[in-house]
């Protein structure tokens, strides 16, 4: 499977964005589709899952801020982020725990300026 992501840019601290990771391919099952970030200097961190049933997941630091959802006619995956703060920047990652492979999305870079 195949990810592209898109959405992300440049925010004032507390706007908002809204991230997409949209999944290709062939012969292909998702299980669960997840958004990690990595900010300079940092290690790659998990912000956010859902699962093929709809099942959600937050890191703390962005419940009640960011939300995942996704359009299974689309094969596409949303993050939408509010409220963002400076802490958020990062480049963001998408990732596929998919059949027959696992895969990752290029990163996307958003930045939040104070």
């Known amino acids: 499977v195949q990810l592209v992501p898109s959405g992300g840019g440049l925010v004032q601290a507390g706007g908002s964005l809204r991230l997409s990771c949209a999944a290709s391919?062939?012969?292909?099952?998702?299980?669960?589709i997840g958004w990690y970030r990595q900010a300079r200097g940092l290690q790659r961190e998990w912000v956010a899952t859902i699962s093929s049933g709809g099942s959600t997941g937050y890191t703390d630091s962005v419940k009640g801020r960011f939300t995942i959802s996704k359009d299974n006619a689309k094969n596409t995956v949303y993050l939408q982020m509010n409220s963002l703060k400076p802490e958020d920047t990062a480049v963001y990652y998408c990732?596929?725990?998919?059949?027959?492979?696992?895969?990752w999305g290029q990163g996307t870079q958003v930045t939040v300026s104070s």
């Open positions: 391919g062939s012969n292909f099952s998702i299980n669960a």
């Open positions: 990732f596929a725990n998919a059949a027959p492979s696992d895969n």
